[in-house]
């Protein structure tokens, strides 16, 4: 069982190389949120691809994956100049949700960050969720104990009041699939915050939910609450067609 379990990790795992670079560090030479969900999400890409199960594969069943949740928890930023690798690998199916779990590493192996995700294979002409066709569910299976977080990525609920703003999807918002892409809405929460208070601030925990796609030139009411000043709560509503797009939550 030990061997089997063993030669598992050494299939469905998949590490692909980082390095902080000025592109992706903020003012204070730590990387950015945004750009860490990058380097998790390109990762999850490669993984796919490595595994006959990417965006080739899928769009011959006329499906892609979406990102549907996110939870990710930091134990050290990550600094301008280091290098290390990224880990994932797909952890298990929960109804139509596919999970997928990483770990963040330095060069010498330190453990920095861990997240956990769940993935949508959504039909390119409905846009609604499916399951994948042949023997993809073993995949994601083989490897449902082995966890960077023990806990599914977490669903978040509404919020109600807050201090509000709006923001605009432009054109370098949208990704392949004609949607904002996933990082942009992480940058759009992290941009509520002042300059003074990010000197001082770097999250430790984000997790984050995307209800529904935001096309270019829709707006966003983000709505953002705390009752601590120390974890903070987001909703954002797409005005244009009244429905939430997505809730975040983030903290220090």
Do not use: C
Request: aromatic letters at 10%.
């Amino acid at each position: 069982m030990d061997n089997t379990f063993n030669n598992d990790k050494k299939q469905l795992i998949t590490a692909i190389p980082y390095k902080v670079t000025t592109a992706n560090a903020d003012m204070h030479l730590r990387l950015r949120w945004g750009a860490l969900t990058d380097l998790l999400i390109q990762s999850a890409i490669a993984s796919a691809d490595r595994l006959q199960a990417g965006f080739g594969q899928l769009k011959q069943q006329k499906l892609f994956w979406v990102l549907s949740r996110m939870t990710i928890e930091i134990s050290n930023p990550l600094t301008l100049g280091q290098t290390g690798e990224v880990e994932t690998w797909p952890k298990d199916v929960e109804k139509i949700l596919y999970l997928r779990d990483f770990v963040v590493k330095t060069h010498e192996q330190q453990i920095v960050a861990k997240a956990t995700s769940g993935w949508l294979a959504v039909d390119m002409e409905n846009r609604r969720p499916r399951t994948l066709e042949g023997d993809y569910s073993a995949i994601f299976s083989k490897l449902k104990d082995f966890h960077a977080l023990q806990s599914q990525p977490e669903k978040l609920f509404a919020v109600k009041e807050g201090e509000a703003s709006e923001v605009k999807a432009t054109y370098f918002d949208i990704d392949l699939n004609g949607h904002v892409t996933a990082s942009r809405y992480i940058d759009w929460m992290m941009d509520t915050f002042p300059a003074d208070f990010h000197r001082n601030h770097y999250p430790k925990t984000l997790s984050i939910n995307y209800l529904n796609e935001t096309l270019i030139n829709e707006t966003i009411r983000l709505t953002k609450a705390t009752n601590d000043n120390k974890n903070f709560l987001f909703e954002g509503l797409n005005k244009d067609r009244n429905i939430t797009a997505f809730r975040g939550k983030i903290g220090f």
